[in-house]
């Protein structure tokens, strides 16, 4: 079973063959061909196809949401995700946050794990925010507003995927 699939190449005769056998053979929703210099969504994230290889940028709506969580739309960015890691012990000692601040903190990082999948520099940090969100403290949020602060900086960054194979972040 396959929801949607989208075939791209230098031959769109090859991907329509291709496209028959597959859809013969497996229950398909959807299966659009995209030729090159095109520019398709895809599990909501916008591909731009070229000759060269396929730009995937995230779907900036998480970010916004992210930023309008915590009030940070205009605050400027940080240069790093994180200040110098995860102090656990600090973690502990920092206050924990009641009901709504607490749903309010798993929000902000549920949102951001949609934005980060293409983001290589930031998936480490957000695993991090994840890590703190069962009994999430003061010291958590400030963390993820310094994540989400970061991302801001390059929010239409992505992933690059060569036609020669390799992979670059953007």
């Known amino acids: 079973h396959s929801d949607n699939d989208h075939g791209t190449g230098k ?3 090859v991907i329509k063959e291709f496209k028959e056998e597959y859809c013969a053979r497996l229950a398909i929703k959807s299966f659009d061909i995209h030729g090159l210099e095109c520019t398709c969504e895809n599990l909501r994230r916008t591909r731009i196809r070229t000759v060269k290889g ?5 779907n900036p709506k998480h970010l916004k949401q992210a930023q309008k969580l915590y009030g940070l739309e205009k605050r400027s960015p940080c240069p790093t995700p994180m200040a110098s890691g995860v102090d656990s012990e600090l973690s502990l000692k920092s206050p924990m946050l009641d009901g709504a601040n607490a749903t309010l903190y798993r929000r902000g990082v549920m949102t951001l794990m949609y934005f980060v999948q293409d983001r290589f520099e930031t998936q480490y940090a957000v695993k991090e925010c994840s890590r703190l969100m069962s009994e999430p403290t003061v010291y958590a949020v400030v963390f993820l ?17 060569s036609a020669q194979g390799g992979l670059q972040q953007m």
């Not at 396929?54 to 995230?58: D, G, K, S």
């Open 11 to 13: 031959s769109l005769v």
């Open 54 to 58: 396929m730009l995937v940028e995230p």
């Open 145 to 161: 507003k310094r994540v989400i602060r970061f991302v801001s900086g390059a929010a239409g960054a992505g992933v690059y995927l």
